[in-house]
């Protein structure tokens, strides 16, 4: 399927204008939509993101990556009720854009964006049955956890072995409620081995089959 790069407006928190990439398919041709958010500063076009969008727009998915604007002061030093409004609003207003959509959903959020995937799931703004790809999630946030076990049919959780929100128990709770994961040895929260590139690529091939497997039942 051949895809093209469209211009939309999007208004996030304050009436912002949200940096994003919106892929689509021509008419009735999309098998469904997906929704990538990013992390704190982890933006579309690193790998983590951009080959899940790529393998998205591969498959037939119209595709929405909203690009990191939160690792500037004015997020920072908000406080902490302002920053959970930015980020609501924010991806509310990516996920209007997007979803839902006639055939199938997906969201992959990476690190702060599995925040904002857990808001959106609480507000109810997510179609059900909707694949989750939860990207080095906030682990530590007890909400965080319980929106992952509560969609355990649908999620996938990766994470690494160094990375700082990684916890044996917790994957181990994570595991115990029927949720997919897959867990990077030597992978830090940048989805990198560091000082390794071999072993990076490495890890981002593990993450892509995984993925993929989990779209389709398929490792292709």
Same mark, same amino acid.
């Given at each position: 399927?051949?895809?093209?790069?469209?211009?939309?407006?999007?208004?996030?928190?304050?009436?912002?204008?949200?940096?994003?990439?919106?892929?689509?398919?021509?008419?009735?041709?999309?098998?469904?939509?997906?929704?990538?958010?990013?992390?704190?500063?982890?933006?579309?076009?690193?790998?983590?993101?951009?080959?899940?969008?790529?393998?998205?727009?591969?498959?037939?998915?119209?595709?929405?990556?909203?690009?990191?604007?939160?690792?500037?002061?004015?997020?920072?030093?908000?406080?902490?009720?302002?920053?959970?409004?930015?980020?609501?609003?924010?991806?509310?207003?990516?996920?209007?854009?997007?979803?839902?959509?006639?055939? @199938?959903?997906? $969201?992959?959020?990476?690190?702060? /964006? #599995? %925040? !904002?995937?857990?808001?959106? *799931?609480?507000?109810?703004?997510?179609?059900?049955?909707?694949?989750?790809?939860?990207?080095?999630?906030?682990?530590?946030?007890?909400?965080?956890?319980?929106?992952?076990?509560?969609?355990?049919?649908?999620?996938?959780?990766?994470?690494?072995?160094?990375?700082?929100?990684?916890?044996?128990?917790?994957?181990?709770?994570?595991?115990?409620?029927?949720?997919?994961?897959?867990?990077?040895?030597?992978?830090?929260? @940048?989805?990198? $081995?560091?000082?390794?590139?071999? /072993? #990076? %690529? !490495?890890?981002?091939?593990? *993450?892509?089959?995984?993925?993929?497997?989990?779209?389709?039942?398929?490792?292709?």
């Amino acid at each position: 399927m051949t895809s093209e790069t469209v211009m939309v407006d999007v208004r996030g928190f304050r009436g912002d204008a949200l940096p994003c990439v919106v892929n689509r398919h021509p008419p009735g041709e999309a098998v469904g939509a997906a929704l990538l958010l990013p992390g704190l500063g982890y933006g579309a076009r690193q790998p983590g993101l951009l080959y899940p969008a790529l393998l998205l727009d591969e498959l037939g998915f119209d595709t929405l990556a909203l690009d990191t604007r939160w690792n500037v002061p004015a997020f920072m030093d908000a406080p902490p009720e302002e920053q959970l409004a930015w980020l609501r609003e924010d991806v509310r207003a990516a996920c209007h854009a997007i979803l839902p959509e006639p055939g @199938g959903a997906c $969201v992959v959020a990476k690190s702060i /964006g #599995t %925040l !904002g995937l857990t808001l959106l *799931l609480h507000g109810g703004e997510v179609p059900p049955g909707a694949r989750l790809v939860w990207l080095t999630p906030l682990l530590e946030r007890p909400e965080v956890r319980a929106a992952i076990a509560a969609h355990a049919a649908t999620s996938l959780v990766v994470i690494g072995t160094q990375d700082g929100h990684y916890r044996p128990e917790w994957i181990t709770e994570l595991t115990g409620a029927g949720v997919r994961v897959l867990v990077l040895d030597g992978v830090n929260h @940048g989805l990198q $081995v560091e000082g390794d590139v071999v /072993g #990076t %690529l !490495g890890a981002l091939h593990a *993450l892509m089959r995984e993925f993929r497997v989990f779209l389709t039942g398929q490792a292709g």
